[in-house]
């Protein structure tokens, strides 16, 4: 039973403090974790913001976290410029109900693609939408698809939202909650990892929304009785490049053959590629296209650097650099699954606080190892590029491109991890005799020349007996876990791609001391 919309002010009552609440209005940030006293913090504007909250009334609790209490934002302090001041969402036809759950996150200006988006989307027009991660893409289609629900309260299957990865339906489901909160907004997350029957249950419940990876819909459409989006209102497709760059083709096209002609489409999309064109000329229907700088740009207080070394010499020079940025939070991409356990382990037995991801772990294990590192008991994450986009990663303060990526434009979503919202932050490139041509393209694409890195050879050599040693334990310790797998599949040599399935193994691993001693 959906309960009729109410005031969100109505429903905050005072109780125990037990929840912690952090916000950002670039929606790059929104966590909860149980505190057992007062702390505080900074969001991305640099303005104190961590707040402790009370226990929801039940009518409010969702499944992760509640809002409630929410911290005041300094909308003032926009360092990055992304918030329009000259528009209101009153303005550009957003509804008092949201209005007011807008103006309770302090959140009073739209972002640039929201401003542009909007005025057509809560028209029921289909929108290409391109822009940057955290630009505020996801209440650019949100606030349309809710506000057009509270027509209909009880009209469930309402929309379907596709995204590529696991952790980003979990994020988009984050900010529908928090939208969705004071007007009883049900959803459901579909993704692989997680158990088809509690997924299956949560269906049976009749959400207004379903999020989920394309491949994990199309296999409920399938086979979940009772399930089905034959009066689908809204599809969203949430960073459809990366869609298809997965190849999710076969299942978007499953989708597509079984809901309604009739209905209203968003596409957004960081980049429109040959892919997403033939995606929009089969899904959406005289849309109107808003581009967002259409540049691949990145901001002005990412220091850019690389490092130019020999092959053999790559474990020893991410020692050195590791040793030098102790304490800092720290994202090393590799292309391959094994190469990002080996480098965990290689990491661990050097003593340095590592934890990886990977799009071969379980959904579990992946939330349980970005937990590890947001909460700072790893400061060292080691990723594929599963973790380069949409991912609700703060405050990293070295991204390192232990393998330069195979496109050039997943540069600019790796390095964007950094450096966010007005903050400064460094990346550092390794290229080898074999990467010129890559890190050329690099440049040319973000028109801009990186500056070599400033090491000392002496001391980064000194390094290379201890790392050798500590390599040839963790090969060792690799292979061991590959044995106890008993399938070696699991652990192919291709560059990562998200598996919608969730393959199982564990890198939980040991707790130790940082840096080399």
Do not use: W
Not at 65 to 89: E, R, Y
Not at 471 to 497: G, H, I, P, Y
């Amino acid at each position: 039973m959906v309960m009729e919309s109410t005031r969100l002010s109505d429903l905050i009552t005072d109780v125990p403090q037990k929840l912690l609440y952090i916000f950002d209005p670039m929606f790059e940030r929104c966590f909860f974790g149980e505190v057992k006293e007062m702390i505080t913090g900074r969001t991305m504007q640099g303005v104190e913001c961590v707040k402790s909250v009370g226990v929801a009334p039940k009518q409010l609790q969702t499944e992760d976290a509640l809002l409630m209490n929410t911290p005041q934002l300094d909308i003032d302090d926009d360092l990055n410029g992304i918030f329009c001041k000259d528009s209101t969402f009153k303005s550009i036809g957003v509804c008092d109900e949201l209005c007011e759950v807008l103006d309770k996150l302090n959140y009073k200006y739209p972002t640039k693609i929201q401003k542009e988006t909007l005025p057509y989307a809560l028209e029921g027009k289909d929108i290409i939408g391109l822009a940057e991660t955290g630009s505020g893409k996801t209440f650019a289609y949100g606030i349309p698809i809710i506000q057009k629900l509270l027509d209909s309260p009880n009209y469930f299957f309402f929309g379907c939202i596709l995204a590529p990865t696991r952790e980003l339906c979990l994020q988009i489901n984050q900010h529908l909650e928090i939208l969705g909160a004071g007007i009883g907004l049900k959803t459901c997350v579909l993704v692989g990892g997680l158990d088809l029957t509690s997924q299956a249950i949560s269906l049976s419940k009749k959400p207004h929304i379903v999020i989920g990876t394309p491949g994990r819909v199309a296999d409920h459409l399938a086979n979940t009785k009772g399930f089905n989006l034959n009066h689908l209102k809204f599809l969203c497709f949430d960073e459809a490049d990366r869609l298809l760059d997965l190849d999710f083709e076969r299942q978007i096209n499953q989708i597509l053959s079984v809901i309604p002609k009739e209905r209203t489409t968003f596409l957004f999309s960081a980049t429109m590629t040959s892919k997403v064109q033939k995606l929009q000329k089969a899904s959406l229907k005289n849309p109107v296209k808003i581009e967002i700088n259409t540049k691949y740009t990145t901001v002005n207080t990412l220091i850019q650097n690389y490092i130019f070394i020999p092959e053999k010499y790559k474990e020893t020079y991410l020692a050195y650099i590791l040793n030098q940025h102790i304490g800092k939070t720290i994202i090393v991409f590799v292309e391959k699954v094994l190469d990002s356990m080996q480098i965990t382990f290689i990491l661990r037995h050097l003593g340095f606080q590592a934890i990886s991801i990977n799009g071969k772990m379980t959904q579990s294990n992946r939330i349980g190892a970005l937990n590890k590192f947001k909460e700072g008991d790893r400061n060292i994450l080691v990723a594929t590029d599963v973790a380069s986009r949409g991912l609700d990663i703060p405050n990293v303060d070295l991204v390192i491109n232990y393998d330069l990526p195979q496109q050039a434009k997943d540069y600019i979503h790796r390095v964007g991890r950094t450096a966010r919202a007005g903050k400064s932050g460094r990346s550092i490139s390794f290229v080898t005799q074999y990467d010129v041509e890559n890190i050329q393209e690099i440049e040319h694409l973000i028109e801009k020349k990186m500056e070599e890195y400033p090491t000392e050879e002496s001391k980064a050599i000194s390094l290379y007996e201890k790392v050798l040693e500590a390599t040839r334990d963790a090969k060792n310790e690799l292979k061991d876990l590959v044995k106890k797998t008993k399938s070696n599949d699991k652990f192919d040599t291709k560059a990562d791609r998200d598996d919608d399935e969730g393959e199982v193994y564990d890198l939980t691993g040991r707790k130790v001391a940082d840096g080399i001693h």
